[in-house]
């Protein structure tokens, strides 16, 4: 009985070290917002025309987005469209992933070197169209995206041997104390390399667990779960995710992106939403990194990572659309927790102070033309890659209106 209660009461102190801390920084600048939901969809249509006619037809890339950018693209056009119940994104974003797959039915092999990570997140293209279309090949581009990657992640077995079927080079069974089983390389035709990058491992999570979700197949789950606990773990530094790792010698890459623990959150809220495990992971990971000073301006709460200069495509921030990739996991975590809770309404604050920065600071009103500079200024040109970083934040503000859920409820019931 002593015994019993000693375990009860380790367990509570467990989860008060747990414990966290979803207030609102009083010094974030407007975490409220008086738009309704028509403003808010009428912000998105008008970001959505300058996006449809950029789809080239002949590439299924969009003009001035590379391969990873154009798939989070198709991502945010899908969600958008789930959430404002709309189908107006639909045609760009089959031709998209038809005429892509069409050209590379392996994606990695639209770049050299191949990247994993490239299969991961149109594979993620491809599971939101299926869930916004119910379109059936969008299903089986994702299955064989899933497929391509999951030849590279590191099993069970795998990480005891100490070597992969892919690769020559050996590895230890763990790293940083932990597992190595999950790890899944980034680079797809080089047998030497061994680095694994939480955009591969993170992105292969969410797309595994929305697979499970939409198929209840357990390959799925089996794959959500491996690759949760490395990311976790051997990728995890207390506070946020990682860039990457050399398995073979478990160096670590001390980077930190907001779309490396957007990824995340958006695999583990899905599988919270059934598998309650790993809600404390979850929770842990979205309190410490809507705050992360590295990327959040602590005098005003607007997200600061991204290019030096607004006109730069390429550097670190701007490439892959990251913020947006951020506000993505965070909007889908929002939406599977009781919309009542603190860290819902955390979370809501957080994306307004986004969207308020958006609308006030890097954009002209009514030009539909976003910086990816969201404290400013406005940009004096169409930027593919400021575009692509604001769709994410305007369908959230969509989903989050006040009667958004009230909809969704009434869906359910009906
Ligand atoms: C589409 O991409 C191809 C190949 O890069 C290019 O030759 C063509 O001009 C592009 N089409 C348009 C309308 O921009
Ligand atoms: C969603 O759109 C469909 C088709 O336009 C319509 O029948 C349905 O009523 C809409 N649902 C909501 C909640 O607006
Ligand atoms: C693209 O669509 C066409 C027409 O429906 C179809 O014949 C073709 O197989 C599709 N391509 C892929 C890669 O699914
Ligand atoms: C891998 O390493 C071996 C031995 O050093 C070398 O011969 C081979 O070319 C390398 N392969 C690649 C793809 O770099
Ligand atoms: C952070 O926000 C403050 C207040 O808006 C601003 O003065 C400062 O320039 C911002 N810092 C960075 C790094 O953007
Ligand atoms: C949230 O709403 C539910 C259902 O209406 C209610 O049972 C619960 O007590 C509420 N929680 C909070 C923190 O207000």
Request: with cysteine.
């Amino acid at each position: 009985m002593l015994h019993l209660l000693l375990l009860i009461s380790l367990g509570f102190f467990l989860q008060l070290a747990e414990a966290q801390s979803f207030t609102v920084p009083s010094k974030w600048r407007k975490p409220t917002t008086t738009l309704s939901r028509q403003d808010r969809l009428t912000l998105v249509n008008g970001l959505l025309d300058t996006v449809h006619p950029a789809l080239n037809t002949t590439t299924g890339m969009f003009q001035g987005l590379s391969v990873p950018q154009t798939a989070n693209m198709l991502c945010a056009l899908s969600i958008g469209d789930r959430i404002s119940n709309s189908t107006s994104s639909k045609d760009v974003v089959l031709q998209s992933l038809n005429t892509t797959f069409g050209r590379a039915p392996n994606i990695v092999t639209l770049r050299s070197p191949q990247l994993n990570s490239d299969a991961a997140v149109w594979g993620l293209a491809a599971i939101y169209s299926y869930k916004a279309y119910n379109d059936q090949s969008s299903l089986r581009f994702a299955q064989s995206m899933w497929a391509q990657v999951n030849r590279y992640m590191v099993t069970t077995d795998d990480a005891t041997a100490g070597s992969h079927p892919e690769k020559t080079a050996a590895f230890p069974s763990t790293c940083n104390g932990a597992s190595n089983a999950g790890a899944v390389f980034y680079i797809a035709n080089n047998v030497n390399n061994t680095v694994v990058n939480s955009e591969t491992v993170g992105t292969f999570l969410a797309l595994s667990a929305y697979l499970y979700e939409q198929t209840q197949n357990v390959q799925y789950l089996s794959a959500a779960e491996l690759s949760a606990s490395f990311v976790t773990t051997v990728l995890y530094d207390g506070n946020a995710i990682r860039d990457g790792i050399t398995l073979g010698t478990c160096d670590t890459v001390n980077d930190f992106w907001t779309s490396n623990s957007g990824v995340v959150i958006e695999g583990l809220s899905i599988l919270a939403s059934t598998h309650s495990t790993y809600t404390s992971r979850l929770n842990s990971l979205i309190s410490a990194t809507i705050p992360y000073s590295r990327w959040t301006n602590v005098s005003d709460g607007i997200i600061i990572e991204g290019p030096t200069s607004a006109a730069d495509a390429n550097s670190n921030g701007a490439t892959f659309g990251y913020k947006a990739i951020l506000v993505r996991g965070l909007y889908e975590a929002y939406s599977r927790i009781p919309s009542n809770s603190t860290e819902a309404s955390f979370i809501q604050s957080f994306i307004t102070v986004q969207l308020n920065a958006l609308t006030d600071l890097s954009s002209v009103t009514g030009s539909n033309l976003y910086s990816p500079k969201w404290e400013g200024p406005p940009p004096t040109q169409l930027l593919p890659w400021g575009q692509l970083a604001a769709v994410d934040v305007l369908n959230a503000a969509v989903g989050l209106a006040e009667d958004a859920r009230y909809d969704l409820h009434a869906i359910t019931l009906l």
